[in-house]
């Protein structure tokens, strides 16, 4: 098989390795797996009984909401659930391109990756759909990524203009996911807990499909059923160490300021009396799919090296990681060897430039331009991907690069060095045919990266 065959084949196969951990993740398949009816016509939710409710209201948000909707139908129907019992129309809200008609349920399509006033409204309207709770209620919350631009509450005083500004800020910054949602808590009255103080007292099953690398109920979704162990210092310390707190708007600051001083209440803390009757149950994870990715990976015959930690970082950083792989292969293996190096979580970009592009998109280019400058003989194939087929504000998943990504790139007229400067990697990888194009998958559990690589 000739070199350029060889390519040809790890890019497909590193593809359905990536695919393989996508499937994974399917949020209809995750929610039926852990919804059963009882005998005595109850509700039996990853494990635990939602004791005879008189009525069950169902609200799902994020990216994969209405499938997450429509599975739990599906599921509670298939066991025979009272029809009275889901008499109740659902609450969806979702992004735009996921949002779908959906039967027994009002969807709304809100903004993201910044938030809008739909999401305002949406906000408003789960608010009230949810009041005036009461022991024999039940509610099932389904949650997926995305959840926390998706459904935004301004706090008193603050405007949605005010809590994007902040977004856009933190997004320039480079904050992590923990740093961005410890901030849009303490501006927000549905994040950190406050979804959970409308609820109760009724008993609440939240089933989740985490888009936290670590799986920290508090991160997804920035927590609206959670207790919230992070306070305003957190959130001011997060803005003054990024440098943007001077660039806040005047509201948010002052918001903060007096929070931290006591006259705002705080996000409900552990051990809240609200929390009582709400249990959580993670059923679909980045983890989960990094497993099934290596799954497929072995069933190819690939020998496996699998990330142990969730990758985080500057995307154009860890790059690095996989270059040294790479640069510690021998130029010859005593057999023909076919080998694998998987990882999962999610990376950040500072933005620095004017350009286009994601995380994923970032990492592919910044991998193919330094090894495009090291004497790496054997072939490779590097993808890296987010799971809900959308990296950043473009309609890539990310990108699938080889050894010769940077000569077809060139070959376009554009210089890869230009466009990492500019945060132009998508333009780059079209010019050059390698980005990884699946559309949106409806699910998001972050992102996988694949190596692939051959020695003869």
């Known amino acids: 098989m000739s070199h350029d065959d060889t390519i040809l084949r790890l890019r497909e196969e590193a593809r359905s390795i990536f ?10 398949r995750a929610v039926v797996e852990n919804i059963r009816t009882t005998d005595n016509g109850g509700l039996l939710i990853a494990g635990q009984e939602l004791s005879q409710p008189g009525q069950l209201k169902i609200v799902a948000i994020g990216k994969a909401s209405c499938t997450m909707a429509a599975a739990a139908i599906d599921a509670m129907k298939a066991g025979g659930i009272r029809e009275e019992l889901l008499s109740t129309p659902g609450m969806v809200v979702v992004n735009r391109e996921n949002a779908r008609e959906l039967s027994g349920f009002e969807v709304l399509a809100t903004g993201h990756p910044l938030p809008n006033e739909a999401g ?48 856009e800020l933190l997004l320039r910054g480079g904050a992590d996911i923990r740093e961005f949602n410890t901030v849009r808590k303490h ?50 310390e997060i803005l003054k160490r990024y440098e943007i707190w001077k660039p806040s708007p005047e509201a948010i600051k002052q918001h903060l300021e007096s929070g931290a001083r006591g006259h705002v209440e705080e996000t409900p803390k552990p051990g809240n009396a609200i929390f009582e009757n709400v249990q959580h149950q993670i059923i679909g994870s980045n983890a989960i799919s990094l497993k099934a990715a290596t799954e497929r990976a072995r069933e ?41 190096y998987l990882a999962g979580g999610e990376t950040t970009v500072t933005l620095r430039g004017s350009g ?57 007229g554009d210089d890869p ?40």
């Not at 400058?373 to 998943?397: E, N």
């Open 417 to 456: 060095h230009r466009a990492l400067r500019d945060n132009d990697s998508y333009a780059f990888l079209r010019r050059s045919g390698d980005l990884l194009m699946t559309g949106g998958t409806g699910t998001n559990v972050a992102d996988l990266q694949v190596l692939l690589y051959e020695l003869e």
């Open 300 to 340: 190819l015959g690939y020998e496996l090296d699998v990330l142990a930690e969730p990758l985080t970082g500057e995307a154009r950083e860890v790059a690095g990681g996989f270059i040294d792989v790479l640069r510690k292969v021998p130029r010859k293996g005593g057999s023909r060897r076919r080998c694998a």
């Open 19 to 28: 695919e393989a951990g996508v499937e994974a993740a399917d949020p209809h």
């Open 187 to 236: 501006l927000s009255r549905l994040k950190g807990g406050g979804l959970a103080r409308i609820a109760a007292p009724s008993p609440t099953e939240v089933l989740i499909l985490s888009d936290v690398f670590d799986d920290d109920l508090s991160a997804i979704a920035s927590g609206p059923a959670v207790p919230d162990p992070t306070t305003f210092d957190d959130a001011i």
């Open 356 to 412: 286009k592009g994601g995380r994923n998109q970032e990492m592919a280019l910044a991998i193919a331009a330094e090894a495009a400058g090291k004497s790496i003989s054997v072939p490779w194939v590097f993808l890296s991907g987010g799971t809900d087929g959308r990296d950043g504000p473009t309609d890539a998943a990310g990108g699938v690069v080889d050894a010769k990504t940077i000569k077809r790139g060139e070959q376009g």
């Open 120 to 167: 305002v409204r949406a906000a408003e309207r789960i608010e009230t759909y949810l009041a005036g709770g009461s022991a024999d209620q039940g509610i099932l919350v389904l949650i997926s990524g995305g959840g926390s631009a998706l459904l935004p509450a301004p706090a008193a005083g603050l405007t949605l203009e005010d809590k994007r500004a902040v977004t």
